[in-house]
């Protein structure tokens, strides 16, 4: 009883937390996410699959911020990035209230890109890992 009683609360709270999630968020865990978001490639000349990102996918009207949801090569959503202009960084412009699409945020990474279709200015990735540091190797390739 005290095992059935606790499975019972477990379920329940398992449930609770994923009704809390935004119903976007519930969403976008497997490729192609649902609503605005368009594969990349087919809005930009890139490849499908982005070694270092995996394949991503960017609602067109939050360019060139995104956020942009990258995906392995089976379809999992592995992390969320913005693209942050390196000028917009300078003006010192606040970027408030940036959402993780995909839910929790295991680690985060920030790196300098050149400028890249899609988003030609110099800028910053910043990656949001919904995956452990190891399992990054799922978009390494």
Known sequence: MLIRTALIAGAFALTSVWAAMPAHAQSVGKAPPGGAYKKVSEL????????????????????????????????????????????????????????SPGGAVDHVDMYFNAGHPGVEKPHYHVVLWHVAKADEARVAK
Request: proline content about 11%.
């Open 44 to 99: 930009v000349k890139l490849p499908d699959f982005l070694p270092g990102l995996g394949t991503l996918y960017v609602d067109p009207k939050t360019l060139p911020a995104g956020p942009f949801l990258a995906y392995d090569h089976d379809g999992r959503l592995v992390s969320t990035v913005y693209m942050i202009p390196v000028e917009d960084m300078q003006a010192q412009k606040k970027f408030e209230a940036l959402k």
